[in-house]
């Protein structure tokens, strides 16, 4: 089993930014992909970023230029750096890992991200 523990959300200006950390722990030798997702009352979660053990980075169309997603795979821990800040960021942000070992995906409980306008 994995355990994933979000950290670093909250409220913020728009324009603002804010840093999130998920921290993985338990039996980790087999994560592969890491990522965020993100979800906002009334939709559907959506992708925001993801990174792979060798770096290689996804993101989803509405936040490039602006998030940047980065990863320590000796901690385990992989982050996302959010820039610019609008109000339709507003969500909970959600880290997944895939467990290729064991074909599973685990999931955090989410962090509240709220960006005032």
């Known amino acids: 089993q994995v355990q994933l523990v979000e950290s670093g959300g909250g409220l913020v200006q728009a324009g603002g930014s804010l840093r999130l950390s998920c921290a993985a722990s338990?039996?980790?030798?087999?994560?592969?992909?890491m990522g965020w997702y993100r979800q906002a009352p009334g939709k559907e979660r959506e992708l925001v970023a993801a990174?792979?053990?060798?770096?290689?980075?996804n993101y989803g169309d509405s936040v490039k230029g602006r998030f940047t997603i980065s990863r320590d795979n000796a901690q385990n821990t992989v982050y996302l750096e959010m820039n610019s800040l609008k109000f339709e960021d507003t969500a909970v942000y959600y880290c997944?890992?895939?467990?290729?070992?064991?074909?599973?995906?685990?999931w955090g409980q989410g962090t509240q991200v709220t960006v005032s306008s």
């Open positions: 990174i792979t053990t060798g770096g290689i980075t």
């Open positions: 997944k890992a895939r467990d290729w070992g064991r074909d599973a995906d685990y």
């Open positions: 338990g039996s980790t030798a087999c994560i592969s992909v």
